[in-house]
């Protein structure tokens, strides 16, 4: 009878690494939250930026004409 050599993940320390650095559901759903509030915040400023560029572009339009 051949024996069956038996590999727990803990004897390969690649897979062991791989297993501890990717990150939980949590984290990903934490990491998701923020990129989401990140994009809200900088969609934001660029309206504002545009409507501040719309308020100079009238401003001295209307001002010349």
């Not at 050599?5 to 791989?18: G, I, T």
């Not at 990129?35 to 501040?52: D, F, G, H, P």
Request: glycine share 2%.
């Amino acid at each position: 009878m051949t024996s069956t050599r038996h590999v727990s993940v803990m004897s390969d320390p690649v897979q062991a690494n791989a297993r501890s650095t990717r990150p939980s559901t949590r984290e990903m759903l934490s990491h998701i939250g923020w990129e989401s509030e990140e994009y809200l915040r900088t969609s934001r400023e660029k309206v504002n930026i545009a409507q501040t560029v719309q308020d100079l572009v009238c401003d001295v339009f209307f001002l010349t004409v």
